[in-house]
């Protein structure tokens, strides 16, 4: 009561002072619509669950290769889930930072994307290996690493390997062969020369140090396919590979599209 009275006193005293009473008070930024459906749709739960059902599926009845396979996933909204980052970037009204996202990596408290556990543990139940292949940088790789464990991803260093982005994989786009700067992390997995993946794990060396089938390929992004990219890609011919060696998930709120 107090306030209205006074509110009235000023207003009559001074109009133009009155009229800041009316101005908008500033608001928290809105989060985008591509966060919000990613954070809250049944849709979006619904269709990575069923993608990666199938394609388990699909794991579940191949036909092995008799030399050694692995399966190459991404990790960035593949098996992990970071819209609460861009949640909060977006109420802060900015866009990504490496800095930022470093921070956000180092919390390791990405959640799981809907299905991918179960997708992983066939693969390694089928006696397949999983090579990690993310953009995040190489530096980071053990906290990703510690964050899909705590979430229950039964990976150890034996059956899988992380691979973060290094200076020459940024290098390499160009190269011969080299479209997309996952290309060549995938030679070195098919050609047995991914020092990386034992040289901090000696004893895994046994595990890693081989030529490897590729079979399957999951990812996000049309770039975490091999030599792929957004203006290469054969749509019709990529459509084809969906149900027998290519998984590629939605992810709305970033991409090579932008
Ligand atoms: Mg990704």
Redesign the pocket.
């Known amino acids: 009561m107090f306030k209205h009275y006074l509110l009235v006193l000023v207003c009559s005293v001074s109009f133009l002072f009155c009229t800041q009473f009316d101005q908008p008070v500033p608001t928290d930024y809105e989060v985008s619509s591509a966060v919000k459906w990613t954070m809250n749709s049944a849709e979006y739960a619904i269709i990575t669950e069923y993608l990666y059902r199938s394609a388990t599926r699909t794991i579940s009845t191949l036909e092995p290769p008799n030399e050694p396979w692995v399966v190459a996933m991404?990790?960035?909204?593949?098996l992990l889930n970071n819209v609460e980052y861009n949640r909060r970037r977006d109420l802060l009204g900015l866009g990504y930072s490496s800095e930022s996202w470093a921070e956000w990596v180092k919390e390791e408290s990405a959640t799981a994307v809907p299905g991918s556990i179960a997708f992983v543990t066939e693969v390694l139940k089928n006696g397949g290996q999983i090579v990690l292949i993310t953009n995040r940088n190489r530096d980071l790789d053990q906290f990703t690493w510690n964050n899909l464990t705590a979430l229950g991803f039964p990976i150890d260093r034996s059956n899988t390997c992380i691979m973060g982005r290094s200076q020459a994989d940024r290098d390499s786009v160009g190269e011969s062969e080299m479209i997309n700067d996952k290309d060549l992390r995938r030679t070195q997995i098919s050609t047995g020369t991914a020092t990386y993946c034992w040289e901090n794990y000696p004893e895994t060396q046994i595990h890693w140090n081989k030529s490897f089938s590729i079979i399957y390929e999951v990812?996000?992004?049309i770039k975490?396919f091999n030599q792929t990219t957004q203006e290469n890609v054969d749509r019709l011919n990529f459509i084809d590979r969906v149900s027998s060696d290519v998984l590629l998930l939605p992810?709305a709120v970033y991409g090579s599209w932008e």
């Open positions: 991404d990790v960035d909204e593949t990812g996000d992004n975490d992810n």
